[in-house]
């Protein structure tokens, strides 16, 4: 059906500039049975009652994610401190002493406590601890043992397996080199040969596979990037492809991004892709890049927070992959962190916001490396910036290293 | 999707939570839809387990992310905590992990104990490589499932099965992304190369759009002749082109042509920007564009000419604001870097990236 500009004007929020494209706006229409596009409203009030209750008690639907609790706390808290909502301290210090229970007495975070310790909940389970962002959550981490286990998981070709005894794939580059930078037990022993180990990652597509020979996809895409980026290696990447490849994974109808080539759009791809711009943007400018926006991410920011704010959310509370999905605390805190992106624009010296809808409407912005608030990685490299690098004890490495850790200066995003 | 998110895969197909609470101190009612003659009897009442005292999970005083974890759940994986902590190398132990797998497949600790018993109990592989067949099937989008089953492979040093399994799984789901990661990691590590183009062209047929098997089409083509001899080049550039004429806005297609010219220089194709700019006519898509301006820049880098290059800028004006208008600001991107690379001088009181003029200044210099 074709919209009367007229109608459109009606709708469309005055803070923004009128798109010539209305092949989006057919499509939403044609998914929501109204005559007039509402002005899209974040339900904050919402969100916030379905985290604020989730970071307490889970129906046994999640029983599927035992092994992974220490993603559900920082999914919800990063998700609150996007929505501005404060942690009372009660209950930081509570997710601090949960978290300690899921660290492993050989080092990095489990799924739950008594588990094994695997790369995914100890990336999590940091990110977590550095958005309470208190000493005792500071102090929840042993940095030396955290160093042992990363080793414990380093392969000879550069790869790290999410476990012992478990498989490899990039994700575990992103999270080894997450957890090791801002915690500051990064040295370049460490990651030697990672860089090289991801760059076989990138395909004739021009976006990542989890290993090397593998189809393009958003997360991987992600992982292997922002890991390269904490390396100060992104410039080994063909960038120009890559780019062609992210911007490329945007829907024209949906305004959400697809997770890759071919396949349906996902609220979630709103970070995994659309996160790869701020990435790429930081990256084309430390090349001398000159023709760069001074405003503007390289993707449709008006069109994703339209899909993200109509599309996936539940009026329950609670985001979700696309209508009909279910919601769930992945979903929430992915869409909510695309939804900053797409209204943040950040460079050393610029900030330039774009809200959707209401001033109400706008979110925390988010580190496009860590997916916390800035301030959060600010403090934490602050915090273990003043702390020496463990000696590791790599008597249970995979590879026998010699020599001193050295410090190593971490690439900071916009000066952290 | 499969892959990262699926650490919560199982979330799209999670039910809401209730609105209220639910205790798991006091009794819990028995899930009579499943267990409807209550033939299932929990561990604790077992006798043959009456020696082995349960742990409960520990956690803590104030626990945050607390699961209302089923009756049986917690059974379970309290006396799998139990033989966890003993390092208990037994059957009974075996056959409790197959159990705690059906109640979380996700829990890759109870993986990693199920195969320190299979060598310690030194248990029949062949069984085990039908038990996770069942459950691959079962749940195929799970990554603990796929690492077992490579595992068990492993210590078969036994591929035979594989091709044929995964290609069952793939016609459940074509883009099950760890089906196609085992099939790649089966097929390099035991050299099965020599049938995979022709599963390939087969999949396209019955779908021209599964990026998944243009992927696969590479892998196999990289791997085994490559992209060097015009032969195979040839072949592969009129192969596109016939899926194009087909199907001309599937985006593959032309993410593979260009993937294979990309590098060789896609602009030394004989003939092909020819092919391309005839098809504009009757098959045009934003895809067909794109290329060209791909094809103009290789052009350019080559030998700079201005009407190659006002093509190029035509075109990025023409995809930005008309044919793929919500990539506006990467094809004005593009064409700024085009027009800066290639163009007259920059110095010469052009507009910068955000459309504001530079400052006077530096315009009387030029």
């Not at chain 1, 959707?356 to 912005?365: F, I, M, S, Y």
């Not at chain 2, 199982?10 to 809401?16: I, Y």
């Not at chain 2, 604001?321 to 506006?328: A, G, H, M, P, V």
Request: charged share 25%; net charge negative; hydrophobic share 35%.
């Amino acid at each position: 059906p074709v919209v009367p500009s007229g109608l459109l004007l009606c709708c469309r929020p005055a803070a923004v500039k009128p798109r010539a494209a209305m092949q989006h706006y057919r499509f939403l229409l044609i998914l929501l049975p109204c005559v007039c596009l509402p002005r899209p409203t974040l339900l904050r009030e919402q969100h916030y009652q379905y985290l604020k209750k989730g970071l307490r008690h889970l129906s046994d639907s999640y029983e599927c994610l035992d092994a992974s609790r220490p993603w559900l706390c920082y999914w919800i808290l990063h998700s609150l401190e996007l929505l501005e909502e404060p942690i009372p301290a009660a209950v930081a210090s509570d997710v601090c002493q949960f978290l300690a229970r899921c660290q492993s007495p050989t080092g990095g975070f489990a799924g739950g406590p008594g588990q094994h310790a695997h790369l995914a909940p100890t990336y999590a389970a940091v990110n977590a601890l550095c958005i309470i962002g208190t000493e005792e959550a500071y102090n929840v981490i042993d940095r030396e043992k955290l160093l042992d286990f990363l080793w414990s998981v380093k392969q000879p070709d550069g790869s790290f397996v999410m476990h012992v005894g478990g498989e490899v794939d990039v994700r575990s580059a992103y999270c080894a080199a997450s957890v090791a930078s801002l915690t500051n037990i990064l040295t370049p022993k460490l990651f030697e040969d990672t860089p090289s180990w991801i760059l076989r990652c990138q395909n004739w597509e021009g976006g990542l596979g989890g290993v090397p020979g593998l189809e393009a996809h958003g997360g991987y895409t992600f992982c292997g990037t922002a890991a390269l980026v904490i390396l100060g290696k992104e410039h080994m990447l063909d960038l120009k492809a890559l780019l062609r490849w992210v911007v490329s994974r945007q829907m024209r109808f949906e305004g959400g991004f697809q997770g890759r080539c071919n396949k349906l759009v996902d609220g979630c791809y709103s970070f995994w892709q659309a996160g790869l711009l701020p990435l790429l943007h930081r990256a084309f400018f430390k090349e001398g890049e000159s023709q760069l926006s001074r405003q503007r991410w390289m993707f449709e920011q008006q069109a994703l927070q339209e899909y993200i704010l109509l599309c996936c959310q539940n009026p329950a509370g609670g985001l979700l992959d696309k209508p009909g999905k279910s919601r769930d605390f992945y979903h929430t805190c992915y869409c909510l962190s695309g939804l900053s992106i797409a209204q943040h624009f950040g460079n050393v010296d610029l900030h330039h916001e774009l809200i959707l809808g209401k001033e109400e409407n706008r979110l925390a912005p988010t580190h496009p490396v860590y997916n916390i608030c800035p301030e959060k990685v600010a403090q934490a490299l602050q915090h273990f910036h003043q702390l020496p690098v463990p000696e590791a004890d790599q008597r249970h490495g995979a590879s026998s290293w010699v020599g001193p850790a050295t410090g190593f200066r971490v690439q900071m995003f916009n000066g952290g | 999707m499969s892959g990262l998110e699926e650490t919560s895969n199982e979330s799209s197909e999670l039910k809401e939570d209730n609105d209220f609470d639910v205790e798991v101190e006091g009794h819990v009612e028995v899930d009579y839809a499943s267990d409807p003659f209550r033939l299932y009897m929990f561990y604790r009442d077992r006798k043959e387990w009456a020696d082995l005292e349960p742990v409960p999970q520990d956690d803590g005083p104030n626990p945050v992310v607390k699961i209302a974890y089923s009756e049986k759940f917690s059974d379970v994986y309290d006396y799998f905590r139990a033989l966890l902590k003993k390092d208990e190398r037994s059957d009974r132990a075996f056959a409790l992990t197959a159990e705690a797998i059906e109640l979380n497949a996700a829990n890759y600790t109870v993986w990693h104990y199920r195969r320190v018993l299979l060598q310690a109990l030194q248990k029949d592989l062949r069984e085990e490589m039908r038990y996770i067949t069942d459950i691959i099937e079962e749940q195929p989008k799970n990554y603990q499932v796929w690492h077992h089953r490579r595992m068990v492979v492993e210590w078969l040093n036994d591929p035979s099965e594989e091709l044929e399994f995964i290609a069952d799984i793939l016609s459940q789901d074509a883009k099950n992304y760890h089906a196609w990661q085992h099939r790649q990691w089966v097929i390099q590590e035991y050299k099965l190369w020599d049938n995979e183009l022709e599963f390939v062209e087969k999949l396209l047929e019955e779908d021209v759009r599964n990026n998944s098997v243009w992927n696969q089409r590479h892998f196999v083509i990289s791997h085994t002749t490559g992209y060097s001899s015009p032969a195979i080049l040839d072949r592969e550039v009129q192969y596109c082109l016939n899926q194009i004429r087909k199907a001309p806005h599937n985006e593959s297609a032309w993410n593979y042509l260009k993937g294979i010219l990309q590098d060789r220089g896609m602009s030394s194709h004989p003939g092909l920007l020819e092919q391309v700019l005839e098809l504009k006519e009757t098959h045009c898509s934003p895809y067909l564009l794109a290329f060209l301006v791909d094809c103009y820049e290789d052009a350019l880098e080559n030998n700079n000419q201005k009407e190659t290059l006002n093509r190029a800028l035509e075109v990025c004006e023409y995809l930005a604001q008309e044919k793929d208008t919500i990539r506006k600001e990467y094809w004005l991107f593009l064409q700024r870097s085009l027009e800066s690379r290639f163009g007259p001088s920059a110095a010469s009181g052009e507009p910068l990236a955000d459309g504001t003029e530079p400052p006077a200044g530096q315009q009387e210099l030029s």
